[in-house]
C-alpha cells in the first residue's frame, strides 16, 4: 500500500476552512484546524453542539425515513440509551470522559453512562477549548463545489436567510447515524403491520401487549429488543447471528426469543422466519443500521456511494481527485470514534498546513483500488468498507475470516496515521481496555455495562489520567 512520506516540518499554511457538523467529529475537527492555525468557520444545522448525541424526544412523522422531503430529526439515541464502551476509552486522548462537577447539574457517574453524560461531556470539550467561537448555529449546509481554485458553501439558517461564502478546504463531519437502512424483506410492501426504524424509536410504551419483530441483533437491536420487551407481549428478535435452522427460547426475559432472519412477511400479518416459525406480529422494528449521505455535496462524480462504500478515499478520508480540499472525519464505524475523529483531524489538518504532504492523486487513487480488491478477495461486501476490522479483538468478524491481515485493524490504521502527520498513536491502555471492552460487548450477557473486573487496567488509566493534569481527580 502506498505511505505518504514521513512528518516533515513544510512551511506551514493558515487556510480558511469549513467544517459541516459539531458532533463529536465535528468539534475535535475544529479544534485540529485551530490549533494547527487555520481559520475555521463551523455550521451547526441544530441549536447545539453534540450531534447525535442532542437527545430529543421528538421523532420523523414517517416512521421509516423514506420520504426524501421528510423534516428530519437528526438524533438516533432513545431514552434508555447507555454508551456500549466505558467511559476511558471513549473520550478524546487529552480530555479525560471523566465526571467533571458542573453547577447545579446532576452527572452520571456509571463507567457505561446514560447519553445525557455523553453529551455534556461533548458541551464540556467544546467549552475547553472555545469551538463555539468558531460555529454558525441553526444553519444547515446546502451546497458543496468547487469553484476554480475554491470551494464554494451554500448555507440556510433557520430564520430562511441564505448566504454563501468561499473556503479553501471543507471536512466534512455531517455524520451517518440519520438516513436508515431497511433490510429487503419478501412480501413486506403488502404485510398489513406497523413498521418503524431505530432512528424514531425513543421509549416502550406504545409497544404495550403488542406482538413486536425486532430486525437486527447488533448494539441498538439488542438494547431496544430488551427496551420493549418491558412492555410487549412478545418480542421476536431476527438475528443474521442465528443459524438458519435454529431458535434461541431462553433468552433472560421470558417474552423474547431470537430467530434467525426473515423468509418473508405476509398479507394476512404473519411474519416466517428461516427456522419455519410464523409468528403473527404488530410491528416491525428494523434495526438495520444507516446509510452514509452527502445531500449537499457536488464532487462531478469525484465522490459516489454505493452500497455504504464512500468512494473512492484513501484512508477513508481523502478523495484522490479533490483532496486536500475535501475530507471526510468520522466514516469508519464500531471502534473508539471520539479518538478516531482525533487522530483523522490531526492528519487533515498538518496536511492543509502542508506541514505534511499526501502521496500524488494517482497514488492514492491505486491505494484505495488496492484496498477494495483486497475486502472483495476475502469477500467482504462493500458496505462493510468502513468497518474497521480488527483481527484481534472483533468477534462480529467471525465471518470475514480475518486472520487475512491484508485488511487494516483500527490499531494500525491509528498507527499509520500517526507516522504521517507525525502525533502519537493510540495508547496500550486504551487499545487494552477497548479489547477487553468490545469482547464483554458482544459475549458479556445483559449485564456487561455493570459487571467488570480490570481494576487494575483502571488504576492505570488514571494514573494515566492524572499526568495530563486537565481533570479534578
Ligand atoms: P453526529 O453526532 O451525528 O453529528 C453530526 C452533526 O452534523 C449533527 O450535529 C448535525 O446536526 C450536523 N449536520 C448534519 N448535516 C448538516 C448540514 N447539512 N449542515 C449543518 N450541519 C449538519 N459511539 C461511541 O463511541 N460509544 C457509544 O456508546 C455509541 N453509541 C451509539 C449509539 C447509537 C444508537 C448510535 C447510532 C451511534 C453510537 N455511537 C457510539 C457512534 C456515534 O455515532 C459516535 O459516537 C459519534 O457521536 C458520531 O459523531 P459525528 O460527529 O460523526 O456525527
Redesign the pocket.
Given at each position: 500500500m502506498t505511505q505518504p512520506p514521513r512528518s516533515t516540518p513544510i512551511t506551514s499554511r493558515a487556510c480558511h476552512v469549513a467544517v459541516?457538523?459539531?458532533?463529536?467529529?465535528?468539534?475535535v475537527a475544529a479544534r485540529e484546524l485551530h490549533r494547527e492555525g487555520h481559520t475555521v468557520i463551523a455550521?451547526?444545522?441544530?441549536k447545539q453542539?453534540?450531534?447525535?448525541?442532542?437527545y430529543t424526544d421528538r421523532v420523523e412523522q414517517d416512521s421509516l425515513s423514506q420520504e426524501p422531503d421528510r423534516d428530519i430529526v437528526?438524533s438516533?439515541?432513545?431514552k434508555s440509551?447507555?454508551?456500549?464502551?466505558p467511559r476511558e476509552c471513549?473520550g478524546y486522548s487529552d480530555f479525560p470522559f471523566v465526571i467533571r462537577p458542573r453547577d447545579g447539574e446532576s452527572r452520571d457517574p456509571r463507567r457505561y453512562p446514560d447519553h445525557r453524560e455523553?453529551m455534556m461531556y461533548l458541551q464540556d470539550f467544546s467549552k475547553e477549548f472555545k469551538i463555539e467561537e468558531m460555529v454558525r448555529f441553526e444553519?444547515?449546509?446546502?451546497r458543496v463545489e468547487k469553484v476554480e481554485e475554491k470551494w464554494r458553501v451554500r448555507?440556510r439558517n433557520s430564520r430562511g436567510v441564505s448566504g454563501e461564502e468561499n473556503f479553501d478546504a471543507v471536512v466534512v463531519?455531517?455524520?451517518?447515524?440519520?438516513e436508515p437502512r431497511l433490510a429487503n424483506i419478501p412480501g413486506i410492501d403488502s404485510w398489513p403491520g406497523k413498521q418503524i426504524h431505530?432512528h424514531n424509536y425513543r421509549i416502550p410504551d406504545s409497544f404495550k401487549d403488542q406482538v413486536v419483530v425486532v430486525i437486527g441483533s447488533q448494539?441498538?437491536g439488542n438494547d431496544i429488543s430488551k427496551d420493549i420487551a418491558t412492555m410487549a407481549k412478545e418480542v421476536h428478535v431476527s438475528s443474521k447471528a442465528i443459524a438458519s435452522n435454529s431458535y434461541v427460547e431462553h433468552t433472560g426475559q421470558k417474552n423474547l426469543r431470537i430467530h434467525p432472519t426473515i423468509y418473508r412477511a405476509c398479507e394476512d400479518g404473519s411474519v416466517v422466519f428461516r427456522n419455519g416459525r410464523v409468528v403473527y406480529a404488530d410491528v416491525i422494528v428494523h434495526c438495520t443500521g444507516?446509510k452514509y449521505h452527502f445531500?449537499?455535496l457536488e464532487t462531478n462524480g469525484n465522490v459516489n456511494v454505493d452500497d455504504n462504500r464512500v468512494g473512492p478515499l484513501y484512508k477513508h478520508i481523502f478523495p484522490p481527485a479533490l483532496a486536500p480540499g475535501i475530507s471526510f472525519?468520522?466514516l469508519p464505524?464500531m471502534g473508539?470514534?471520539?479518538f478516531l475523529?482525533e487522530m483523522q483531524s490531526k492528519w487533515v489538518a498538518s496536511v492543509l498546513s502542508g506541514r505534511v504532504k499526501l502521496p500524488s492523486e494517482d497514488k492514492m487513487m491505486e491505494d484505495a483500488i488496492a484496498f477494495y480488491g483486497k475486502l472483495e478477495a476475502l469477500g467482504i461486501p462493500k458496505r462493510y468498507t468502513h468497518f474497521l476490522t480488527d483481527p484481534r479483538g472483533n468477534p462480529m468478524l467471525g465471518t470475514f475470516n480475518p486472520q487475512d491481515a491484508a485488511v487494516i485493524s483500527q490499531s494500525d490504521y491509528f498507527n499509520d496515521i500517526a507516522e504521517y502527520c507525525g502525533c502519537s498513536s493510540i495508547e496500550s491502555w486504551r487499545e487494552r481496555q477497548y479489547n477487553v471492552a468490545i469482547k464483554k460487548l458482544f459475549f458479556g450477557g445483559d449485564s456487561y455495562r455493570d459487571q467488570w473486573d480490570d481494576d487494575q487496567l483502571i488504576e492505570e488509566v488514571y494514573q494515566e489520567f492524572d499526568k495530563l493534569k486537565m481533570i479534578e481527580m
Open positions: 459541516i457538523g459539531l458532533g463529536a467529529a465535528g468539534l455550521f451547526e444545522r441544530e453542539v453534540g450531534g447525535l448525541w442532542v437528526h438516533s439515541i432513545y440509551l447507555r454508551t456500549n464502551l471513549m455523553v444553519t444547515e449546509v446546502v448555507y463531519c455531517n455524520g451517518h447515524f440519520t431505530s448494539s441498538s444507516y445531500p449537499f472525519i468520522g464505524f473508539l470514534q471520539f475523529f
